[in-house]
Each structure stands twice: as C-alpha cells, then as structure tokens.
C-alpha cells in the first residue's frame, strides 16, 4: 500500500490543470450605492484610506461612510443633539479575489486596532432572513494629528461578514472554500463584498455620559440587521 499516498498525490495535482482558470463572473448580491440616511442615521460618504488603495487590487469598489444618528434627549452647550456614531465600510472584490478582500483582521492592526476577542453570532434581518456575523473587540489606538497631540484610545466594536451571489458567511476560509466548490463544479467566480460596522464604548470626548458595551452593542447589531434587509438582495441569496 505504500503506493498509494503517492498515487493519490499525483491524481489529486494533476486535476489542477483540468479546472477552469477563471468561470463566469457572478455579482455580489450586496447593493454599494448607500443610502442618504435610514432609521433616523445619516450617512456621510468617505473615501478608501490611502492604507486601502495601495494594499488592495485597483478594481476593488468601496462604499464608506460615517453614520451618525441623535442621541434621544441630549444636546451640546450649542444646542446641538449629541450623536451616536458608526463607521461602515463595504469593500466589493476585483477580478483577483485573492488581492482584493480578506479578513478584517488583517487590515485592522494597521488602522490602530489590538483585537482582544473574536466570536461568531447569527443575526436575523428584518424579513426573517438568518445570517452570520463575526464580532470582534479590540482596542484602537488613533495617533494625534498634530506632533505633540496625545494619542486618543477609543473600546471598539466591530461587527462583520461576506456577500457572495447567492452565499453569506462570516469565515474567510468558509468563503474561500466556496470559491474553489463554484470555480470545479459551477464554472463560475463570485464576487465577494465585505461588509464592516465599527463602533465606539466607554469614553466618548461628545458624549457627557459613557457608552456601555452593552449600550454599543445593542445599536450596531440593530444596525446591522437593518442593513442586511435593505442593503441585500435576498432574493438572490439561498436559503
């Protein structure tokens, strides 16, 4: 039997070559263009950070955007309402999947954030559709924009997924796994978007108060589901 490792090996490498390179393009079922406001948030559009330009592909679309929603009762010296915030980012893939979206995980070291936990929840959109989330918890550290400014330390929580055609999940090796089934067996190349919402607890310089976790929490997982119901073409996603 000692043949047989090597002959398995052999099979399994040369049907590398009987794959198909590249497959019909499949679009993400996420829709990029955001809205002006939903639920009472107000999206401002931001551009990629340079970070983002010159990591990813030139072909990766992004939609990013600051939403801020009042904080019910609370105004500033100006009489001006407080406002949550959450930051929301959507980063759709290129041609090379490969080079064109990945793990937050791996970019977010570079923007100041130390994850200090990672688990998986499943949510429910609004017209009852089930989806996975990962969250994760980290610590970010902004540096100052001025020498001699402090450094600002914000809690974080980040909340995130993938939009494939007709596929959701929150595990890169889940999607990429799904990459390589599509590619053998349909023929085809999704593309995936990476669907991201970030947002602050404890300390607030705006807000008089802390914010909980529990509080953060709460808001962006409600959020969340309301972008999956509007922000998803669920029509194209299986159950």
């Known amino acids: ?3 047989l490792l090597p002959l398995v090996m052999g099979v399994s490498l040369g049907s590398v070559y009987f794959l198909p390179v590249a497959g019909k393009t499949a679009e993400s079922a996420v829709i990029m263009k955001l ?8 999206f ?3 551009p990629p950070s340079m970070e983002e330009l010159g990591t990813l592909e030139r072909d990766t679309e992004f939609s990013k955007a600051i939403c801020l929603r009042p904080r019910e009762g609370e105004f500033n010296l100006d009489g001006y309402a407080v406002p949550d915030r959450l930051d929301l980012s959507v980063v759709l893939s290129g041609n090379d999947l490969n080079n064109s979206i990945h793990r937050p995980e791996r970019c977010m ?3 100041g954030h130390s994850i200090i936990a990672s688990s998986a929840i499943r949510m429910k959109s609004p017209n009852g559709r089930e989806f996975d989330v990962k969250r994760l918890r980290s610590k970010q ?3 100052p924009a001025k020498d001699g400014d402090p450094m600002v330390e914000f809690n974080c929580i980040t909340y995130y997924f993938f939009v494939g055609h007709d596929q959701i999940t929150n595990d890169h090796l889940q999607r990429t796994l799904i990459d390589m089934k599509d590619r053998l067996v349909r023929g085809m190349d999704q593309r995936w978007a990476y669907v991201s919402a970030s947002m ?8 008089e108060e802390e914010v909980s976790e529990a509080e953060a929490d709460e808001k962006i997982r409600a959020f969340v589901t309301e ?8 029509s194209q996603v299986g159950r």
């Open 1 to 3: 039997m000692a043949w």
């Open 109 to 111: 070291p570079a923007q």
């Open 200 to 207: 602050w607890f404890g300390k607030i310089p705006w807000i």
């Open 35 to 42: 809205p002006d406001a939903f639920e009472d948030w107000t």
């Open 141 to 143: 550290t902004i540096k």
């Open 227 to 234: 972008f999956a119901g509007n922000q998803i073409d669920w």
């Open 44 to 46: 401002r559009a931001i």
